[in-house]
């Protein structure tokens, strides 16, 4: 067994990437957009934290999440998110024999890949990766066109230019 260990910064910022468990072709994410929308408004109502920058994708998301001074406990409010959304979706997807002894779904991939932001440069390259990610992945042509982002509301405040990112524009160097 490995001892993983996360960074973790009282009051810090993250950049998280989350996936489902089964990627090819799931479309889950989109199909239960409004539950997991709910979701995140419960995790926030009951543990609060501020969502920088949000993109949801078919199979899976990208978050950059403050939290408040003092608080590093990002771990269970993720975990907190995908369990309120697992228990919105019917119990329709396979489970191995041992998420099943656990009583386990088969939704989410157990871990999540997460980045303490460091500096204002590191932010800015993981908000424009996030906000990017739709185009990488060949979903749209132009950032703007893809719907489940915070991107839409970076334009309306003037921090992004509405065609920022579209067609031509090359991969960004942050990883997922």
Known sequence: MSDYRRFRVPGGTYFFTVN???RRGNTLLMDGIDALRAAMRD???QRPFHIDGWVVLPEHMHLIMRL???D???SNRIKSLKIRFSKQMPLSE???TVRIAKGERGIWQRRFWEHTIRDAMDYERHMDYLH???VKHGHVTRVSDWPHSTFHGYVKRGLYPADWGG???KDFPAGE
Do not use: E, K, M
């Open 20 to 22: 489902l468990l089964r």
């Open 72 to 74: 590093d406990d990002f």
């Open 132 to 134: 990017f990610n739709p």
């Open 68 to 70: 408040p001074p003092g």
């Open 43 to 45: 995790v926030r109502a």
């Open 167 to 169: 067609a031509g524009v």
């Open 94 to 96: 396979p489970r191995s």
